[in-house]
């Protein structure tokens, strides 16, 4: 069932099925190369498969083009781990719209870490109206905790 859906650029919206998990490792690996300040990749798709085994993740996709984004939500603390949407798709409202329907399924504001490097991701919360929290979680200096609208 699509949770929402955007007529004009032909995306939707739903929830994953097990079915998704290697296009969405496929998408994540992607993305990680221009995470140049990043570690390993092993290590990044092992904590993205936890995250997926316990959190509620939503997906993004399109006919032609298939899975276009995914967040990964941890429902109870309205905490987003994973944000990620295709380079060939950004600016066309994927990211706000997975963000808006994670809102809706979290009833409260989210939170999601960005790491500090993450220039183009930070210009994208300030568009969307996301702030920095102060006191920022002094175990991980590496990165910025941001609160949604
Ligand atoms: C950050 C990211 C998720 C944004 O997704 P997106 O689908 O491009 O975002 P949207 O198209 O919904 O854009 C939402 C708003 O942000 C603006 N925006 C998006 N990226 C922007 C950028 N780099 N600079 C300035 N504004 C930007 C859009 O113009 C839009 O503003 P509007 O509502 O006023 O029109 C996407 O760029 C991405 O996946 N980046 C790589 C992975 C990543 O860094 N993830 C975040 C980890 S914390």
């Known amino acids: 069932m699509d949770l929402m859906s955007h007529r004009a650029a032909g ?12 296009r969405i490792e496929n998408l994540f690996r992607d993305c990680l190369t ?12 092992i904590r993205l498969r936890h995250a997926l085994s316990v959190s509620d993740c939503l997906i993004a996709q399109e006919k032609q083009a298939g899975l276009v984004g995914f967040l990964v939500l941890e429902r109870p603390k309205a905490y987003v ?3 990620f949407v295709d380079a060939d798709w950004r600016l066309c409202g994927v990211g706000s719209g997975l963000l808006a329907v994670a809102r809706d399924l979290a009833r409260a504001p989210l939170s999601l870490d960005v ?7 930070m ?13 920022t979680n002094p175990t991980r200096p590496e990165q910025k905790r941001l609160t949604g609208p």
């Open 11 to 22: 995306w939707s919206i739903r929830l994953r099925l097990k079915s998704d998990n290697s």
């Open 34 to 45: 221009a995470f140049t300040w990043r570690g390993q990749e092993t290590e990044e798709i």
């Open 81 to 83: 781990s994973h944000l």
């Open 115 to 121: 790491d500090v490097q993450n220039d183009f991701a």
């Open 123 to 135: 210009r994208a919360y300030k568009a969307m109206g996301w702030v920095e929290k102060v006191g």
